[in-house]
């Protein structure tokens, strides 16, 4: 094979989309209805790395409002605080649920209510990567949560 063909076809392999798009799973992906009268609200999803290496999420963005950030739960002096977490990193093969009471995406000052049946775009932001993007469904209640 020519030299110069042989570099070309490296190259395109390296830059296919399908090397980036499968680091990161994003599965169960949902976003609680906003209540009444509040225009803030959380998002939640499973996320798994599915490449060989540590993939560093440093942000997350919305199509529903500029105030997107990761939050988690803790529990301090018997009263649950929410705080922002600036890097959310998972190890190779890694999976990490985002749960209610648990790590979050929180959604602020929203512009308009989300309601049930709806859908967002939520973009996961990841260093030295591509942003991974996955559409959340809004519901009032998880339907699999249901099952105790
Ligand atoms: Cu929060």
Redesign the pocket.
Known sequence: MHKQTLFLLTSVLALSPQTWAADLSVSDAWVRATPPGKMMT?AYATLQNMSNETLVITGVTSDVTAHTSV?E?RIERDRAT?RPVPKLTLNAGERTHLTPGGT?I?LMKLSEPLTDAQSIDICFTLENNAPVCNEFSVTKHRASMKHH
């Open positions: 959380a939050h739960t929410m979050h929180m």
